[in-house]
């Protein structure tokens, strides 16, 4: 009997960086948190991550039940509070904000940081030279970013309501036969004959939980090493993936 098979994908910067990603792309007012659409949409993901068999970290797990915990707290009735017993009552979602403010503090300065490094490499101190004859005509897609691995878990999710595959996944005992970097090439072959980009969910043409797990992780490896590109114009749009000609 072969060994259940278990990823673990390090990309994932944690829970409070998925909860920014969807209070993002929600245009969600970050000081006034729909509690009940958050967690909703939070629990979707998670349970998409364990379709995939991913190994979720436990702090995932714990911000996944503080959710529940705040949901639960503001569906109860509050008490009828005389104005001598008049006391500052704190909103249960106080603590949630204030350390996802901090967290966005951090990492739209991380982000600076990196921004200025980029800017940093090109300076250079030797005289002005003529680059025209380098100037490529060819425009390239940049994704600058805007597709992230919760875009790509969040593109993965509509994929299973879209072709509506029965759950559990095909169950039967099957032997790991693709490798990852064989599944690599393979995707790669894809896209290099598609002029115009391929749809996301065009990589995913088997209903097989390994094959889905191993065609995810592919596409992660070939984005890490700047083989690929993707593109989103729009929250929720369509994920087109090109060939980087850069």
């Known amino acids: ?26 245009e969600i007012d970050i000081y006034d948190i729909p509690v009940a659409q958050i967690t909703e949409q939070y629990m979707l993901y998670i349970h998409t991550m364990q379709q995939l068999e991913l190994d979720i970290a436990s702090e995932y797990l714990v911000m996944a039940a503080t959710l529940l915990a705040i949901k639960s707290q503001m569906l109860l009735p509050n008490p009828e509070i005389e104005e001598d017993d008049l006391e500052y009552e704190e909103d249960p979602r106080e603590d949630l904000v204030r350390r996802l403010v901090e967290y966005r503090k951090y990492k739209e300065a991380a982000q600076s940081l990196k921004d200025r490094e980029l800017e940093a490499n090109h300076i250079y101190t030797r005289p002005p030279i003529d680059l025209s004859r380098f100037k490529s005509t060819e425009i390239v897609v940049e994704n600058n970013g805007e597709v992230t691995i919760f875009d790509l878990i969040g593109s993965l999710q509509k994929l299973f309501q879209r ?22 090439e393979q995707i790669m072959k894809q896209i290099r004959h598609a002029q ?35 593109k989103q114009d729009d929250n929720f749009s369509e994920i087109y993936i090109f060939q980087n000609e850069g």
């Open 1 to 26: 009997m072969t060994e259940v098979y278990k990823v673990k994908i390090d990309a994932f910067e944690g829970p409070l960086d998925l909860l920014l990603h969807l209070i993002n792309s929600y």
């Open 163 to 184: 072709k509506k595959w029965e759950q559990p996944l095909e169950t039967r005992v099957h032997r790991q036969e693709i490798p990852i970097q064989e599944r690599m």
């Open 196 to 230: 115009d980009g391929i749809r996301f969910d065009q990589l995913f043409p088997e209903p097989i939980r390994s094959h889905i797990v191993v065609s995810f992780l592919a596409i992660l490896e070939l984005m890490k090493k700047r083989e690929i590109i993707c």
